[in-house]
């Protein structure tokens, strides 16, 4: 059974457009995260939430947000997609912020054109 | 921050061979290090893990790890693979004592000819 579920798989947008990619969880977890990850590259994490308290990274750009409306939901905007923002976008959960694994969604391929 | 660093980005070979994936991170704290997989058409799922205690550790689908601290190394192996372990395999670290954020490496692809 999915635990973690992301939606749309595959996520066609049109440059400047503003789009938003889904993640639900079934795992009651604390911590939700979104990470990039662009072709042979490394997973990046953008941002996570912990309960409602939302965490960015430093070098994430302002074009992400990411909305958390209840515990098992949590959004990726993306206000203004440009081409280089074509990337494969992984959800994941943890139970805790500390010393825990993360489970991870299927991910949404977005394609910008 | 934490980084990682995977080599010989492809892997191939054949069923029964043994392999090992070299995973290298720098971090001048305490870590915990992961190897996920991520089979094709998949999500991303833990193989194991190391948190503290045995550095030889055990994972599923008999793969295992080894934590060499002073190496800064968490190298995975299988010491003979199947079709099915076909897959993309990352390794990542976390700060024991921060706030759970995953460091990734870029992947080894390794593809198992039957």
């Known amino acids: 059974d999915a635990m973690v579920i992301q939606n749309p798989r595959y996520q066609v947008t049109q440059f400047g457009k503003p789009v938003t990619l889904s993640c639900s969880q079934t795992l009651n977890h604390n911590v939700m995260y979104w990470y990039q990850q662009k072709s042979s590259q490394a997973p990046k994490l953008l941002f996570h939430?912990?309960?409602?308290?939302?965490?960015n990274e430093a070098d994430t750009p302002d074009n992400f947000q990411s909305r958390r409306p209840n515990t098992s939901f949590c959004f990726l905007d993306i206000r203004s997609p440009g081409l280089g923002d074509a990337a494969m976008y992984l959800c994941?959960?943890?139970?805790?912020?500390?010393?825990?694994?993360?489970?991870f969604g299927q991910g949404t391929r977005l394609t910008v054109v | 921050a934490q980084s990682v660093s995977q080599h010989n980005h492809h892997v191939i070979l054949s069923e029964a061979a043994s392999l090992e994936l070299g995973c290298n991170y720098s971090?001048?704290?305490?870590?915990?290090l992961f190897w996920y997989v991520q089979y094709p058409g998949q999500h991303l799922q833990l193989l194991l893990k190391?948190?503290?205690?045995?550095?030889l550790v055990k994972g599923i689908k008999g793969f295992e790890a080894e934590f060499i601290k002073s190496k800064f190394s968490f190298n995975l192996r299988k010491p003979s693979v199947q079709w099915s372990d076909t897959a993309e395999y990352f390794c990542a670290v976390n700060a024991r004592y921060g706030n759970n954020r995953l460091a990734f490496g870029k992947g080894n692809q390794v593809v198992v000819i039957p």
């Open positions: 971090y001048g704290g305490t870590v915990n």
């Open positions: 939430y912990y309960d409602k308290d939302f965490n």
């Open positions: 190391y948190f503290s205690g045995d550095p």
């Open positions: 994941a959960t943890s139970r805790d912020s500390l010393n825990t694994e993360a489970f």
